[in-house]
């Protein structure tokens, strides 16, 4: 091709995506899949939400609100902010991104986890700057090391808490031991893609924290817990000023109706989002339970997956459980092999992915 490519995207690696139920249904000729690898809900969408979806077919030739006044007001009454200090986008995936272009320049550096979710890395290759990663220290981040990294460089400091693929949060004291040595000038990001689930009482409250730390984002999204994925809505929380800044670059209309009406039904439905929380939480503990009967080392989960070390090599194992319908995330794609990643499915789900697991290293390990 004689068009030129910029650098830095050649540089990317392409995203690896949990494999969609269809491609395994063609790939393996079996009818029924279930799909426990990209964290989506077991317990689907509120039904409430469901209905005004159906409602709103008529208006699809207009352009949604590009401002989403609607969403940003039920969440600044819901959480006691202003609403200018809300912006939204397609999915936080998209907030990612436009974080890196309204802070990076070339040679810039961002700090992240050296396991976590990689769209902060390819985000700060895309802008031409450098990702720092730190090594996570027993299976945790490491807070300290990763402000050591810190140099004159230094725009961004990522932080996903649950951290995915670990599961693992960082507490409120371990938070607070670090923030104050970081540069005001730099961002610091919670990425927070998994809060509602969290029920350890030490969690860190990062709206209270924004008050002291005015270069703080908070990322969170309707993806997960809420069980709208598809219809892409994340959104942020930030110093107006910051807002401003991103919704300068944030494409007018990436928030499109379906997810703006959904968001404000979704938050208005504190009963479904209650059910979701006390559901992950049992079937946490219940999949924790078997890995410890079946001599299997995890990671502790606030969110809703868990990362389990299958004791060997994961590529036969999830080679097995795709042939019997199963995806999950092989940890050697995450950067940690002999561990995989499943999403907390229903009750049937997960009691039958424990003995298809069981039965993946019986199998494996017979070779
Ligand atoms: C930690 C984290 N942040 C952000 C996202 C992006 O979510 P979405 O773009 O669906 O809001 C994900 C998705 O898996 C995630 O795990």
Known sequence: MECKVREEVKKLEKY????????????????????????????????????LMLELVNEMNMYPDSASYDFKKALSDKLKINRDMIFCGAGSDSLINVICEVFLDKDDESIMPEITFPRYDSNTVLMGAKPVKISLKNNRLDLEMMINA?????????FCNPNNPTGDIFTADELNKVLCKIPKNIVIVMD??????VTSEDYPNSLELLKSYPNMIILRTFSKAYGLAALRFGYGIASEEIVDYMNRVINAFDVN???????????????????????????????EKQFSEMELNYIKSQANFIMVNVKGDD???????????YIIRPGYLLGMPSW??????????????????NNAIEERDKK
């Open 16 to 51: 690896v995506a949990g494999k969609p139920i269809d491609e395994v249904k063609r790939e393996f000729g079996i009818d029924e899949v279930v799909k426990l690898a990209s964290n989506e809900n077991p317990l689907g969408t509120s039904n409430k939400v469901k209905k």
């Open 150 to 158: 810190i140099t004159d460089k230094t725009k961004i400091i990522w």
């Open 192 to 197: 927070e893609a998994y809060y509602e689930y």
């Open 257 to 287: 109706l379906f997810a703006q009406k959904a968001a404000v039904a979704a938050l208005e439905d504190e009963d479904f989002i209650n059910k979701v929380k006390l559901f992950n939480k049992k079937q946490r503990e219940y999949l």
């Open 315 to 325: 590529k036969p194992i999830h080679e097995y459980l795709l042939r019997h319908g």
């Open 340 to 357: 995989i990643r499943v999403t907390i499915g229903t009750q049937e789900q997960n009691i039958e992915f424990c003995k298809l697991l």
